[in-house]
């Protein structure tokens, strides 16, 4: 089996999208996705410009409630959080009262306080910081890695979807995705410009 990572920060809607093309791998490939935060928030500190149009600084509140999930329940909650979050915020458009979808996620509802609270940004840096490692402060959400042929993490910025491959069509991008990915020299791949998100 192959062990898959992804960082995401639950805030964008193409990363949605591509969380979703990899739940559909899972289904017709040998590979279990594991789940990290990464943060756009932290990737854009001290930036002149602001890319996400985020002056409020709403981008944290998220990413801090699901630092604390990941630390305080693991894998399993992160992702069934990450499900509910992204279902309500991404496919039906909706802003979820958080202390309901935790409790949806079986998770105790009280942990919403944590997004108001810079209390434990250590924990969603270090794990941005884990993901962007790999790749470099060029790029933005989904960071992807799965083991290279001598074991060692090789690392993708995306891949960038507007819509969800099914099936098969999920299993050959993914193997085009890791083959691209694990060629010695490869920097960068781009295709269409976008078109808005759907899953």
């Known amino acids: 089996m192959t062990e898959a990572d992804c960082w995401f920060d639950p805030s964008c809607p193409y990363t949605w999208v591509t969380a979703c093309w990899l739940e559909e791998v899972q289904r017709v490939r040998d590979v279990r996705v594991r789940w990290h935060v990464m943060s756009l928030a932290v990737l854009n500190e001290g930036r002149d410009d602001d890319p996400e149009g985020d002056p409020e600084g709403w981008l944290w509140q998220p990413v801090r409630l699901f630092a604390v999930v990941a630390d305080r329940h693991g894998q399993q909650a992160l992702g069934a959080l990450y499900r509910a979050w992204g279902e309500a915020v991404h496919t039906r458009g909706e802003w979820p009262d958080p202390a309901g979808l935790l409790r949806d996620a079986g998770l105790p509802p ?90």
């Open 110 to 199: 009280e942990l919403a306080g944590v997004m108001a609270s810079g209390e434990h940004d250590d924990l969603v840096r270090a794990s941005h910081a884990a993901g962007i490692g790999l790749v470099g402060t060029h790029v933005g959400t989904p960071v992807v890695a799965v083991p290279g042929p001598d074991g060692a993490p090789v690392a993708v910025f995306g891949p960038v979807l507007s819509r969800v491959p099914r099936g098969e069509d999920a299993g050959r991008l993914w193997d085009g995705v890791t083959l691209v990915a694990a060629t010695p020299g490869f920097h960068e791949l781009k295709g269409r410009p976008h078109e808005p998100p759907r899953t």
